[in-house]
C-alpha cells in the first residue's frame, strides 16, 4: 500500500515523463507484438494454403510437343514419385484479354496468360476460403492478382478474343494460385469449366504444359531434379520447386514484418534511454528524500524498490496495453497476405509467441532499471544533501567564453555554447534524434530504390528503354528472326540486344551434371552492375547470378564445365551479378545457345533521343504479338507493385513514429532540464535576459542536438542501414543493395519535417519558464 501511495504521488508529480516513456514501451510492445505475430500467421498462411492446394514439389514447364506416355512409363518406375500428372495450359495473348470496364485489353502487360481446367490429384485452385473451385459453364475464375489491379468484383463479365474467336464469362470466383499468386511470377492462370476449357482449345491452339511431380519424400528433391533432367526429359522451359514457391509467396509480406521488428527494437532502445535520463533525474531531483530516507535508517533495498515499482507497474502497463492494441493492428498488416494466402486457424503459438516477446521487452527494461538504480551504492546521507552544490559546480567548465562569440547573436551563441559545454546532459538527445532520423530516412530510401527503373539491375536486366519477350509459341525462331531484322532496319532505334535464355549441363567434379540457366548474347550493349568483376567478353567467360555463385561454390577466377555443342568446354567465372528472377539462379555467356533447350528469347533496344518511347511500345505489341513488350517502369510497377505498396505503408507509418520520437522526447527531455535549469534561469532573467531571449536559446540548442542527428542518421542510414537492407533481400539473389536516395525527401522534406516538430514543441515545452523569478526561486 506504501508502494501505491509513492507511485500514484510520483505519477503525479512526472506525468508527462511517465506517458512518454509509457508511449515508447506501448509502440515498441505492439510492434514486436505485431510482427512476431505477422512471421507465425505469414508461415502458417503459406503452411495452410500449401495444404489445401496440394503444391507440387517439382514442376517442368514445357513448351511444344510432349510425350505422355514416356513421362508415365518414367514416372511409374521411379520409386521416389508420389504423383505425377500434367497440366495442360491455353496460352492467350494479352491483346485479346479485356478485363477493365473501357474494354482496354491487356497486350501491355508483362504477365503470361493461360487459361486451365481444376486439377484432377494436386495442384488446385482455391477459393477465398481456401475451398477447391469447381466451376459451371460460362464462369471463370481470376488471379486475385488481376481482382486487385483491375478492381474486378464478383459477377463482373471479362471477354476473351476477337470477331469469330470471341467469349465472355461472367467473374464468380477470386482463385489463389499457390504457385502463381505473387506478382513477382509473370504467369497467371484463369480458371474455366471443362467444357468451356475444350470450347477454348479450339479457339486458341497455342498450348502449354506443367510437368508436376509430388515426392515420397521432400528430401529427396536435389536428387529427383538431377534424375530428371539427366534421363532426357521435357525441358523445354523453366523447372522450379516447392521451395521457391514459399519464397516468393512470403517474400513482401516477409520484408514488411522484417522491417516492423527492426522499429520495435530501435524503440525499445529509446524506450531504454529515456528510462535512463528519466531515472537519473529522478534521483538528482529526490537527493533531499533520498538522504531523509538513508537517515532514519530506511535500508538501501528499500529505497530502490519504490523507484523500480515505480517503472514496473509503468512498463508492464505499456506492454500489456501495446501487446492488445496489436491483437486489432494485426489485420491490418495482414490484410494483403490474407487476401492472397488466407488465414489459417490460430493456434496457441499465435497467442504465446507474442506474449513471449513483449515480455521479453518488460524484462530487459527492468533489467536495465536495475543496473541503473546501482548507482545508489555510490550515495551517502551526507553526499545526497550536497548533490545540489556538485549539480552547481558543473557548470564552471570553461570554455568558448561570451568574449569569443564575435558578431553571432549572443542568445544564439549561449543556446550552441550549452551544447558543448553540457553535451554529457544533451548526448542523450542527440542519439535519440539519431535514431529517429534512421529511423524515417531509411524506409524512403528503400521505397525510392524499388520504385527506381534503377533496380532493374537486381532483376539480373540492364538498363533500356524497352524490353520484348517472347516464350514458347508456335514458329518461335523465325518470329524471333523477324523482330530482329525488324528493328535493326527501324532508324528511331538506337541500339539492340537479343539474348536468348536456354538450359546448358555442367559436369560436376564428381562426373555428375546439373543444369544451369544460362543467358547468351552480347552483354557489352546494356551491361549489368556487378558485385565483382564483369560481363563475359568472350566465348570463353561466365558470370554468375549471386545465389548461383554460392551455391555452387565459385568465385572469380574459378572454373566450371559445360557441355557446348556436344563437347565439353571449360568456362571462368568472370563476374557475380545479382538476380531476384528465375528464382536467383542464372548465368550469362557469349556462347551458342542450346537450340534443343531454348527457355526464352528476349530483346533489348534503346531508342534515339526525342522517341516517344510509350508510342513505340503501343507499335510493337501489336507488330509482334504474341511478344511481350514492356518499358522498364511498367516492368517493375507489375512485378514489384505489390511490395512497393506494402513499403509505402510502411514508410508512411515510420514516418509518423518519427516524428512522434521527436515530439515526445523533446517535451520531456526540455521540461527535465528546464526544471534542472530554474535557478539559472531566474539568475539570467534578473540579468535582464527576456522570455524571447530564454526561448532563442533553447531553440538554438535542440536545433542544433537534430542538426547533428539527422547528420549522424543520414550517414549511418547510407552505411549500416545499406548492409541491413542487404541483408533483409539476399536470400531472394541480392548480396548487396545501392540506396538510391531522393534528395527532394531524404535531404529536404523529412529534415523540415524533423525541424518544425522539434521547433514547434520546444516552443510549448518552454513556456513555463516564465514563472522561474528570483523571487520564486528565494521562496523555494
Not at 513477382?184 to 479457339?203: A, G
Not at 522498364?632 to 518519427?658: A, F
Request: net charge neutral.
Amino acid at each position: 500500500m506504501m508502494l501505491f501511495k509513492i507511485f500514484r504521488k510520483e505519477l503525479s508529480r512526472k506525468k508527462v515523463s511517465m506517458i512518454v516513456i509509457f508511449i515508447f514501451i506501448m509502440l515498441s510492445s505492439l510492434l514486436i507484438s505485431s510482427g512476431s505475430r505477422m512471421v507465425l500467421e505469414l508461415n502458417n498462411a503459406l503452411d495452410a494454403l500449401f495444404r489445401a492446394a496440394k503444391v507440387p514439389h517439382f514442376v517442368q514447364m514445357h513448351s511444344g510437343y510432349l510425350d505422355h506416355q514416356k513421362l508415365k512409363d518414367w514416372s511409374d518406375e521411379n520409386q521416389i514419385i508420389d504423383e505425377m500428372q500434367i497440366v495442360e495450359m491455353i496460352s492467350i495473348d494479352g491483346s485479346s484479354l479485356f478485363l477493365s470496364e473501357n474494354k482496354e485489353s491487356e497486350e501491355n502487360s508483362i504477365m503470361d496468360i493461360s487459361f486451365v481446367k481444376q486439377n484432377k490429384s494436386f495442384d488446385f485452385l482455391l477459393d477465398k476460403e481456401n475451398r477447391i473451385i469447381q466451376l459451371p459453364k460460362g464462369e471463370i475464375g481470376i488471379p486475385i492478382y488481376y481482382a486487385q489491379q483491375k478492381n474486378i468484383q464478383f459477377g463482373d463479365f471479362i471477354k476473351v478474343g476477337t470477331g469469330d474467336k470471341e467469349q465472355e464469362f461472367r467473374v464468380t470466383e477470386i482463385i489463389r494460385d499457390a504457385q502463381m499468386n505473387p506478382a513477382i511470377v509473370h504467369s497467371k492462370r484463369f480458371l474455366l469449366n471443362d467444357r468451356d476449357f475444350e470450347t477454348m482449345r479450339t479457339l486458341f491452339p497455342e498450348t502449354e504444359y506443367l510437368i508436376e511431380f509430388r515426392l515420397t519424400d521432400e528430401d529427396n528433391l536435389e536428387r529427383f531434379t538431377n534424375d530428371y533432367l539427366s534421363q532426357g526429359m521435357p525441358q523445354k522451359g523453366p523447372t522450379v520447386d516447392h521451395r521457391l514457391f514459399k519464397v516468393l509467396n512470403g517474400l513482401s509480406d516477409g520484408i514488411v514484418a522484417m522491417i516492423i521488428n527492426l522499429l520495435s527494437l530501435l524503440l525499445i532502445l529509446i524506450a531504454v534511454l529515456c528510462l535512463r535520463f528519466t531515472v537519473i533525474t529522478a534521483i538528482e531531483e529526490d537527493y533531499r528524500e533520498i538522504a531523509v530516507m538513508k537517515a532514519l535508517g530506511m535500508p538501501q533495498r528499500k529505497i530502490k524498490q519504490i523507484y523500480l515499482f515505480k517503472y514496473m507497474a509503468v512498463g508492464g502497463a505499456a506492454t500489456i496495453s501495446g501487446y492488445l492494441i496489436s491483437l486489432s493492428t494485426n489485420r491490418f498488416l495482414m490484410a494483403n497476405s490474407m487476401d492472397y494466402l488466407g488465414k489459417a486457424a490460430s493456434g496457441v503459438l499465435s497467442v504465446v509467441i507474442p506474449l513471449m516477446a513483449v515480455s521479453s521487452i518488460f524484462l530487459f527494461l527492468i533489467s536495465s532499471v536495475i543496473l541503473i538504480l546501482r548507482r545508489f551504492k555510490t550515495i551517502s546521507a551526507i553526499q545526497a544533501f550536497q548533490a545540489e552544490e556538485k549539480m552547481e559546480r558543473s557548470w564552471k567548465i570553461k570554455t568558448w567564453t561570451l568574449k569569443n562569440s564575435g558578431a553571432m547573436n549572443i542568445n544564439l551563441f549561449m543556446g550552441i555554447r550549452d551544447v558543448f559545454v553540457r553535451f554529457k546532459n544533451y548526448g542523450l538527445l542527440t542519439l535519440i534524434y539519431f535514431i529517429a532520423s534512421f529511423i524515417t530516412i531509411l524506409p524512403v530510401n528503400f521505397l525510392s530504390t524499388i520504385s527506381s527503373t534503377g533496380f532493374i539491375s537486381y532483376m539480373g536486366i540492364g538498363r533500356s528503354d524497352i524490353r520484348i519477350d517472347l516464350h514458347q509459341t508456335e514458329n518461335i525462331k523465325e518470329r524471333f528472326k523477324y523482330m530482329i531484322d525488324f528493328l535493326k532496319q527501324d532508324s528511331e532505334i538506337d541500339l539492340v540486344s537479343p539474348l536468348i535464355t536456354s538450359q546448358f549441363s555442367m559436369i560436376k567434379e564428381n562426373g555428375e551434371s546439373e543444369h544451369l540457366t544460362i543467358e547468351t548474347g552480347d552483354f557489352t550493349l546494356f551491361p549489368l552492375d556487378y558485385i565483382e568483376g564483369r560481363e563475359p567478353q568472350n566465348n570463353r567467360e561466365i558470370a554468375l547470378s549471386y545465389l548461383n555463385s554460392q551455391d555452387l561454390n565459385k568465385a572469380m577466377g574459378d572454373i566450371l564445365i559445360l557441355e557446348v555443342e556436344g563437347k565439353k568446354q571449360e568456362m571462368v567465372v568472370c563476374g557475380v551479378y545479382q538476380d531476384i528472377t528465375n528464382g536467383g539462379h542464372t548465368a550469362k555467356a557469349s556462347i551458342p545457345y542450346n537450340r534443343d533447350k531454348v527457355l526464352w528469347y528476349t530483346l533489348s533496344l534503346d531508342m534515339k533521343p526525342g522517341i516517344s518511347i510509350e508510342e513505340k511500345v503501343g507499335e510493337y505489341a501489336k507488330l509482334f504479338t504474341p511478344a511481350r513488350v514492356t518499358d522498364l517502369d511498367t516492368y517493375i510497377s507489375q512485378t514489384l507493385g505489390n511490395m512497393i505498396s506494402k513499403v509505402r505503408k510502411i514508410t508512411i507509418i515510420t514516418i509518423l513514429i518519427g516524428l512522434t520520437i521527436v515530439t515526445l522526447i523533446t517535451s520531456l527531455f526540455l521540461r527535465m532540464m528546464i526544471c534542472r535549469d530554474k535557478d539559472r534561469i531566474a539568475i539570467m532573467r534578473s540579468l535582464g535576459f527576456s522570455l524571447r531571449h530564454l526561448h532563442l536559446q533553447y531553440l538554438s540548442t535542440t536545433l542544433l542536438l537534430l542538426l547533428m542527428g539527422i547528420i549522424g542518421g543520414t550517414i549511418f542510414t547510407n552505411t549500416a542501414g545499406q548492409a541491413f537492407i542487404s541483408v533483409l533481400v539476399s536470400f531472394i539473389g541480392v548480396a548487396h543493395i545501392q540506396l538510391i536516395i531522393n534528395p527532394l525527401y531524404s535531404s529536404f522534406l523529412l529534415p523540415v519535417l524533423l525541424t518544425w516538430a522539434v521547433a514547434f514543441t520546444t516552443v510549448l515545452s518552454i513556456t513555463g519558464i516564465k514563472d522561474y523569478t528570483i523571487a520564486a526561486a528565494v521562496a523555494e
